[in-house]
C-alpha cells in the first residue's frame, strides 16, 4: 500500500471517529469555516496513519 493510499484510509477512519475535527494537512487547502486549531494535529495524524499500517479500517 503507498503512502497517498494510507493517507485516504487515515482520514477516511479519522472522518468517521471525530465527525467536528476536521483532517487538515498543512498542504491542505483551507476552508474559511476550518479551525485548524480544532483540526487534527500531526501526532494524531501519524496514530492513524499507523493504524491504517497496522490493518485497522
Excluded at 472522518?15 to 483540526?39: A, F, G, I, M
Aim: proline letters at 5%.
Amino acid at each position: 500500500m503507498n503512502d497517498d493510499e494510507i493517507e485516504r484510509l487515515a482520514k477516511s477512519l479519522w472522518e468517521r471517529e471525530n465527525h467536528s475535527k476536521p483532517w487538515v494537512t498543512p498542504t491542505s487547502p483551507r476552508v474559511l469555516s476550518q479551525d485548524v486549531d480544532t483540526s487534527a494535529t500531526e501526532e494524531e495524524r501519524k496514530l492513524y496513519r499507523d493504524r491504517i499500517r497496522h490493518g485497522d479500517r
